[in-house]
């Protein structure tokens, strides 16, 4: 399996223009999970894998969710969403773009035991 190109890291400026939303709408969608970010401050930076669109990638808050209620912290699961995993043929993120929810809340689910 090939490895991934690293994601691009999207700034909050760039990421409220692609949506459609104000700042404060991003960082509020961060708060909420239905974003992950890295960094802080000015430094908060959003992987454009987590964007869909104008929208943010679906079901990406329930699959933090369960990560979160599972033992990560939010920059593992950024990083686990974001890793290729063999068991998907590529990372989280991708799948659930491309619409396989079940098969990667399955393998969160299984890592939370």
Known sequence: MASQ?????????QVSERLGLTPSRVHR?????????????PGLRIPDAFIR?????AHLAG???????GGFDEQSALEWLLDDHEALGTSPATALAEGRKTEVRRIAQALAL
């Open 5 to 13: 190109p690293a994601p691009t890291l999207l700034t909050v400026a």
């Open 29 to 41: 969608l961060i708060e909420d999970r239905a974003l992950l970010a890295t960094g802080s401050g």
């Open 53 to 57: 669109g104008d929208q943010p990638l």
């Open 63 to 69: 699959t933090v969710t369960l990560l979160i209620d």
